[in-house]
């Protein structure tokens, strides 16, 4: 049973900075692809950033350049670096794992609040 834990969401003020992180049990992390969502209030989830198991990287356009994630295998976590928030940043951010088989596990998310 994989489980994922995110922690690191808070408060911020609009231009401030927040890393999330995302710790993997139970699963062989180091293959697999990890990625972090987002849902805000009234919206559909969407796709903030995906990083595969060579390190390649894709990001939402509305973040790119603002926003990095990265993973350590040997801790099994993958970090999401996010830099000049703003308030349409708001929401809660849930880690995504796919393993090779297509198939997706989820935390419960943390909530991440950027005031004007």
């Known amino acids: 049973q994989v489980q994922l834990v995110e922690s690191g969401g808070g408060l911020v003020q609009a231009g401030g900075s927040l890393r999330l992180s995302c710790v993997s049990s139970g699963s062989m992390f180091s293959i697999n692809t990890m990625g972090w969502y987002r849902q805000a209030p009234g919206k559909q989830r969407e796709l903030v950033a995906r990083i595969t198991s060579y390190g390649s990287t894709n990001y939402a356009g509305s973040v790119k350049d603002r926003f990095t994630i990265s993973r350590d295998n040997a801790k099994n976590t993958v970090y999401l670096q996010m830099n000049s928030l703003k308030p349409e940043d708001t929401a809660v951010y849930y880690c995504?794992?796919?393993?090779?088989?297509?198939?997706?596990?989820w935390g419960k998310g943390t909530l991440v609040t950027v005031s004007s």
């Open positions: 995504n794992e796919r393993d090779l088989n297509g198939r997706d596990s």
